[in-house]
């Protein structure tokens, strides 16, 4: 199947591109991979790591407000299996300024650290192997 192979692009707007640099480029460790401004009345930032298989964009149309995320069960999950790695990305995030937060589905808490973004999307960074390679 096509999509298998496929990269993902996980886009979303944003009201403030340059509030949300700091949690994704130095907490999370994302490079900046390519940005564009007043595309069309776009501001935009893609965000990640040159040979994931995904990337994030956030956006920001001009004269346009999104506020923040609609409630706090809004997760990207980075399953990070190794006790090293996880404990790595959790004190990048904390040296970064980045506290975790409860998450909302106790679940989480018991398998890795949430933070929460400026917009109020958080982040799950868990201590396992993901779902297809758990079995």
């Known amino acids: ?6 990269h993902i692009r996980i886009a979303r707007p944003t009201d403030n591109i ?3 640099l700091p949690f994704y480029r130095d907490g999370l460790g994302f490079e900046t991979l390519g940005s564009f401004a007043n595309h069309e009345g ?10 994931a298989g995904y990337h994030l964009e956030f956006t920001k149309c001009r004269g346009h407000e999104v506020g923040r995320a609609p409630t706090q069960d809004h997760l ?3 399953y990070l299996p190794e006790q090293a790695a996880h404990a ?6 904390e040296r970064a300024g980045f506290a975790p937060v409860p998450s909302y589905n106790p679940y989480w808490d018991r398998v890795g650290k949430t933070f929460e973004d400026p917009d ?10 993901p779902p297809h ?3």
Do not use: C, E, K, N
């Not at 199947?1 to 496929?6: C, D, F, K, V």
């Not at 776009?42 to 040979?51: A, I, N, Q, R």
């Not at 790595?88 to 995030?93: F, G, L, N, P």
């Open 76 to 78: 990207l999950i980075f």
């Open 42 to 51: 776009f501001d935009g930032v893609m965000l990640g790591h040159p040979s």
């Open 18 to 20: 340059d509030a949300l």
């Open 1 to 6: 199947m096509a999509l298998s192979t496929a």
């Open 133 to 135: 390679l758990s079995a």
């Open 88 to 93: 790595d990305a959790v004190q990048r995030m």
């Open 120 to 129: 109020g999307y958080r982040v799950v960074l868990a201590q396992m192997a």
